[in-house]
């Protein structure tokens, strides 16, 4: 099936910056971007999509989500942070079976495809859940079993959850045509030890030929960097490099206390960093040195983190707090152009996913798009739309979604999802969880 | 007429703090809220609303705006401070007419209707336009004609502003059933001179007892604040105070650069600070001392500046921002409770407006409400409405926003002003300004 999306304004890419085009077309042939331009192609379309007074972007990437803990939005807000997890937090967390998991992975989707999210990455108990549910829902999901061994004495050979990461890649990895990647995962520096670490880096490190990743955590919070220093002399970024993980790619979440020697090892392994401003502000663990991480060339992605320390799911509002929080903290009005920022929620992210055949509008890319309605009064008038989507831009403004060519989410419907039993299986859970609420 | 809106969540005011009702009535005697309560009221009503799963809040109130900027959206995003105002700001605003004025106006008051804003306060060119085009669209409208003096010896019997200042209030103060109110209005330190601004509040002075009020920038930029040190080896807190502004109640948009003593003096006069997150951020001003101001008991407000330096007019962004920007910056995820930014944006709000009748849903209070829709995803589940409504939830969840108990907009339908008139206008008015764009 050929389908032609017409009259469009279109963020397209071009030579490797945003390029974009006013109004035009951009023809999709299956899941393929197959042409860009301001007049119409000449090739025949099967099916033509007038889409006047929308902007076509690119599907946006979240590259740090905990998609199960929309169960647990708002929980603790009122508590500092070591309370908020363990009195907050983990109690819920321990009561979790897969079908509350499954209840919040549905409800996390809703949210994000009706706001242009097309990919995200996942971090989270029971990840076979959000394989089978991505099976129907469509879109594209990097998702990892990662390890962690709490007890600093326990042996490599005791750890179950290294098989179970590894048997996870093997049976999954790039199913559902691709729009399944597994990760391999390590949880954070705190989590693990190094017998552990050392050991399923050696068993990770052959599938680099099959384009294996890691996913992680990287000095969130100042208590946790500083630890790690005091436990192994090592900053956590030393330590996983010490420790053969970042013999693989990468995507480090938060990094907001990683040292400028930190950026150099991260930089050597080709590990992007994955900035998620609304949780680093709201827990309090401060701002992440991006515009110094931009400038030695890494690949900064953004990511919300869990709905529990956000309390959504809204990258419109990441790219916003990006922007403009960076800005405010250093005290410059032009530090974070808008188009780094959409970059790094596009480009960037797909690229630190392994999905390189995507992340931007260009043809021979997958046909993962967006469509920002520009009939608000909000985005009027709107002369560049790099500054219109970062700054006035809201999630709302999205109104399609469509992944490999297919649309998941057009004006309110989804078309893969069916909402009312995921708003429903939601009430459920949150009964099983909390009770009477 | 009588109006009941019933079955709905309601985030009632009670003792001097917010005390939430997860389901009940609220009653409406014209444009008076009469009854608050979990169970259905005796008295009969002329009219029934079903607001089954809304939740009612008081209408936010944007203390500091330029409304009419929002046709400058976005120019010169990519230009320092000093470039953005001479570049791209001054130059647009020399060649705006009042018709020009009227469609900036009328945007900004779809785009803060939407968002559940009911009152705000205007500083900017030819205020008399927005008066007449309120009358129509019923908000309720501080505004002001600012003093400014730009020659350091213009003699205050040169000023035309002072008068026109001073006529404004007296032909208008209190008009449209005190929806409009006039406040005098001095731009800033930087923009003035001794002369012009001590004649100013001599003349001011005896307006006190009418309830007259003064708006005014301070401290926005260290630059600013610095060389008013330089200028008159006083900041600018304390130039207003022996100018003799703060003699009348004050609100003074930003304070960024505030010192401890600069906050005593406002504290000591009743001078309300406003806070602008997102245009400090954005602009990269810096952050405002907003916990040191509560803790010494400045009621502060909150407002998004015009739209050339937001690029919206969000008050949910506001909010938003200003509870996670100090939590971030100062590094204490407990430091901003949702109830203080919510009193923010709603009571203190009101009161710096001089509208003590308003700002809180509580029996005696005018009915300025806004409703926010639940049944989004992003919004369940929703355990307490306060860290609710300033973390997860987003201006497009607003699907009704009533003034004097009179709806001005519901589920995307403006019911006092013409949607598509206005953008009409608006397209006229940028063709005038920008040429062929």
Redesign the interface.
């Known amino acids: 099936m050929k389908l032609l999306l017409k009259n469009a304004g279109i963020l397209a890419f071009k030579d490797g910056r945003f390029d974009p085009i006013p109004e035009g077309f951009l023809g999709i042939d299956g899941d393929t971007i197959d042409y860009i331009g301001a007049n119409r192609p000449q090739a025949p379309y099967d099916r033509e999509k007038d889409m006047r007074g929308k902007l076509l972007i690119p599907g946006i990437v979240n590259c740090h989500c905990h998609a199960a803990m929309?169960?647990l939005?708002?929980?603790g807000?009122?508590?500092?942070?070591d309370r908020?997890l363990f009195e907050a937090v983990f109690p819920v967390e321990d009561r979790l079976k897969p079908e509350d998991i499954m209840a919040g992975n549905a409800?996390a989707m809703?949210?994000m495809l009706?706001s242009g999210v097309t990919a995200f990455s996942d971090m989270y108990f029971e990840p076979r859940t959000l394989i089978e549910q991505n099976e129907q829902a469509g879109m594209k999901v990097n998702l990892t079993r990662v390890v962690q061994a709490f007890d600093p004495d326990e042996p490599p050979e005791k750890n179950f959850r290294i098989a179970e990461s590894l048997a996870l890649f093997d049976e999954f990895h790039g199913c559902q045509n691709g729009r399944v990647r597994v990760d391999f995962g390590v949880h954070a520096e705190y989590t693990t030890n190094d017998a552990v670490t050392r050991r399923y880096a050696d068993l990770i490190r052959p599938y680099r030929e099959k384009g294996a990743r890691v996913q992680l955590h990287l000095s969130e919070t100042?208590k946790e960097h500083e630890e790690c220093v005091q436990r192994h002399g090592l900053t956590p970024a030393a330590w996983f490099e010490r420790m053969g993980i970042f013999d693989l790619p990468a995507a480090a979440a938060h990094c907001v206390w990683c040292t400028h020697d930190d950026l150099d090892i991260l930089k050597a392994h080709d590990v992007c960093p994955i900035h998620n401003?609304?949780s680093?502000?709201?827990?309090?663990?401060?701002?992440a040195p991006v515009p110094e991480m931009l400038e030695k060339g890494l690949r900064v992605a953004l990511g919300t983190d869990g709905?529990a320390s956000?309390?959504?799911?809204?990258m419109f509002?990441e790219m916003?707090?990006a922007?403009?929080?960076m800005?405010?903290?250093?005290?410059?009005?032009?530090?974070m152009?808008?188009s780094a920022i959409l970059r790094m929620a596009t480009v960037n992210g797909a690229h630190l996913q392994g999905r390189d055949d995507t992340g931007c509008l260009t043809v021979g890319k997958k046909a993962d798009i967006a469509a920002v309605d520009m009939?608000r009064?909000?985005l009027?008038?709107?002369?560049?739309p790099m500054?219109?989507l970062v700054?006035?831009a809201?999630?709302?403004d999205v109104v399609m979604t469509m992944v490999d060519g297919k649309i998941l989410y057009e004006n309110g419907e989804y078309l893969t999802i069916e909402?009312e039993k995921?708003?429903f299986d939601?009430?459920q859970a949150?009964k099983r969880l909390?009770g009477g609420?």
């Not at 009027?380 to 560049?384: I, L, R």
């Open positions: 929309t169960l939005r708002g929980i807000s009122d508590l500092p942070l908020w409800l809703l949210e009706a100042r401003p609304t680093n502000l709201k827990l309090g663990s401060g701002f709905a956000n309390n959504n799911l809204n509002e916003h707090i922007a403009i929080g800005n405010g903290y250093l005290m410059d009005p032009v530090l152009p808008p009939d009064p909000h009027y008038p709107a002369f560049q500054p219109m700054y006035s809201q999630a709302s909402r995921v708003m939601a009430k949150v909390y609420r």
